[in-house]
């Protein structure tokens, strides 16, 4: 490698000796014709020097301190041991490896059971601040830095997944061994790495003044996306213990297992959860998203309420998430090599699962499904990026190592908005349920028992009070007209625009009841006049023969009114309605008049004459 650096000297002495001799030094040729076939041969070699790959190609490693981080690109050599078995010393001394240069995006094909040796050579560099290669990649099996001390002996520094974070030589959240940077003379290094599956993270050199920056930015943007994290768990958890709501529920169990995931992910965990337990440190990678994704399942399943739609997908969506349990089991035991390989096998089938589940509630009309998958797109779309990155498809970068947590940012204020909605919804489904017995589903209006109950309670107060009150009943009499002449989902809506009219007519201590079909009830708290009384009428219905928006012009509802005063005219609330009932009941369909005083006399039924009656001459 010292040798490779002076080499990299090459182009400035190459370049400082033609400026010094430059085509001058062709005149001892003599002859024109030796001095262009010296110039033809100069040209050649220029040439043949352009064609082969020349040392001085590649970019020397400068540390920097104007430029951070600096990567190592293409100044160090590569080799994967198949075996895994060298040693640094036996690396050192063999010719017949086939060394290849180093790459900024390189992803390097190695398995468990494999090592990859990476040799780079430090060159003099001002040695005012501490260095340190750093691998950005929290989740490596083992980094081991080697160097040539004073006695000729490799000395080690060790971190990764398999060394207990507070033994690494700078406990951080990933990687970060100290360099030894002299003025001088350059140093040596072998870097030995091991990972479970392809790796590809860039090495890079970093100072310490620099590192202290970047970490309290880093510090910054991990502490507000765990803070999310946290806040949305406890209010899950507190939603699903006061609303009953499993789906509140799982969610919690979910945003739980996706902090902990990523404080796996991004070294927080070994960091500072468990500094002391690198078995864990190591499986948590595996376990905690298999976990994550059995919990989205369920969350999902119950966020569409799919055991009442679906019972057979809820349960294929159940026993997929108790699969994941068991294996989430399993990866904490097998060996290494076995480890990402069953992972990779179950992360794809939760997440076409959850999207199918998702499609089919949304196209059987749940209002809900389109928004919960589009607030779980971002995070399917960063876990396949990862998936990818750990397969080898993609180099470890920005989006690889925080499009995670940019998706379950995005997610999480979508998914916490489409609960409320969706448990505010279940509210209001409730208490219609539950008032079903007292209101009417279709117009929201009381229903008849609970008007009979008014009416009695109004009765008793207009006696105690010694004013008068009234009690309507509205009959719709054109309902077949309607339905004849515009169809029948006119005629159906009739009643429900009757009762928006009924309740702009009532003031608000009045109470309007629908009691049939085509029935309505009204009662008019007191203190209430017959003069008052006899306006009523008129005005509901006139306001019911007033066009509806969205409707046809002549489609209108013709009311018949019956009323009457309590507690004068009757204080026996059922009999008060039977008689009203029977009033409108004899209201001849010929008849002009639309509003009735309990009281007045019918008039009398018209006869139809025959031919042979005379007709009677008036005096």
């Known amino acids: 490698m010292i040798f490779k650096y002076i080499l990299a000297l090459r182009p400035y002495q190459t370049t400082r000796q033609a400026r010094t001799t430059g085509f001058a030094g062709l005149s001892r040729y003599g002859s ?25 190609s590649r970019t020397v490693l400068d540390l920097d301190t104007q430029q951070q981080p600096v990567a190592l690109q293409d100044w160090g050599d590569y080799w994967i041991d198949k075996t ?11 010719q017949d ?3 290849q240069p180093t790459s900024k995006q390189a992803i390097y094909p190695m398995t468990a059971g494999q090592a990859l040796w990476i040799r780079f050579t430090v060159p003099p560099a001002p040695d005012a601040e501490r260095w340190y290669i750093e691998i950005p990649y929290p989740s490596i099996n083992q980094a081991s830095l080697y160097t040539l001390d004073s006695a000729g002996q490799w000395g080690e520094q060790k971190a990764g997944d398999l060394v207990a974070v507070n033994k690494w030589p700078v406990p951080h959240r990933h990687p970060l061994i100290p360099i030894a940077v002299s003025a001088e003379v350059p140093t040596s290094y072998l870097l030995r790495l091991e990972n479970g599956h ?20 880093v510090s910054l943007i991990l502490g507000i996306f765990f803070g999310l994290i946290g806040l949305a768990a406890i209010i899950s958890t507190i939603s699903a213990l006061s609303l009953r709501d499993p789906a509140y529920g799982f969610y919690a169990l979910a945003v739980t297992l996706t902090g902990l995931t990523q404080a ?10 468990w500094p002391n337990a690198p078995w864990w440190n190591d499986v948590s990678t595996s376990v905690l998203p298999t976990l994550e994704l059995a919990a989205t399942l369920m969350f999902v399943s119950a966020a569409v309420s799919l055991p009442e739609r679906s019972l057979r997908l809820h349960r294929s969506l159940a026993g997929v998430a108790l699969f994941g349990v068991l294996l989430a089991v399993a990866l904490a035991i097998v060996p290494q090599e076995q480890r990402m390989r069953l992972f990779m096998f179950y992360v794809f089938l939760p997440q076409v699962l959850a999207i199918y589940a998702l499609v089919w509630t949304w196209r059987r009309g749940d209002r809900f499904a389109p928004w919960l998958l589009l607030g779980l797109f971002p995070v399917m779309a960063a876990a396949a990026y990862m998936m990818a990155r750990n397969a080898g498809l993609v180099p470890i970068g920005f989006m690889t190592q925080h499009g995670t947590q940019i998706g379950v940012a995005i997610e999480l204020p979508i998914i916490m908005v489409i609960l409320m909605l969706r448990s505010q919804h279940r509210r209001e489904n409730t208490r219609r349920i539950q008032g079903l017995d007292r209101v009417d589903p279709a117009t929201g209006l009381i229903n008849g028992h609970v008007f009979a109950e008014r009416l009695i309670r109004m009765i008793a107060r207009s006696e105690r009070l010694r004013h008068q009150s009234a009690v309507m009943l509205i009959d719709i009499v054109n309902t077949e007209q309607t339905q004849r002449d515009f169809g029948r989902k006119a005629a159906e809506e009739l009643p429900l625009r009757v009762a928006e009219r009924l309740l702009s007519t009532a003031r608000e201590i009045d109470s309007a009841a629908r009691l049939s079909a085509r029935r ?5 708290e007191g203190p209430f006049s017959a003069e008052d009384a006899a306006t009523l009428g008129p005005r509901i219905v006139a306001r019911c023969l007033m066009p509806y928006k969205g409707m046809h012009v002549d489609c209108v509802a013709q009311v018949r009114v019956a009323y009457a005063l309590v507690p004068d005219q009757g204080s026996n609330a059922q009999g008060l309605l039977t008689r009203l009932e029977e009033r409108l009941a004899s209201a001849s369909n010929t008849e002009k008049k639309a509003v009735f005083m309990l009281g007045e006399n019918p008039p009398p039924p018209r006869r139809h004459r025959t031919r042979r009656e005379a007709v009677p001459i008036p005096d």
């Open 97 to 99: 490896i086939p060394w």
């Open 264 to 273: 796996t992910v991004t070294g927080i965990g070994g960091l500072h959860l």
């Open 520 to 524: 309505f009830g009204m009662l008019v």
């Open 198 to 217: 392809a790796f590809s993270a860039p090495l890079q050199f970093v100072s310490e003044s620099y590192l202290s920056h970047s970490e309290q930015r």
């Open 32 to 56: 024109p014709l030796q001095s262009m076939i010296a110039v033809l041969a100069l040209v050649a070699g220029l040439l043949a020097a352009l064609a082969s790959p020349p040392a001085w």
């Open 84 to 94: 895994a078995q060298l040693t640094p010393s036996q690396v050192a001394a063999r």
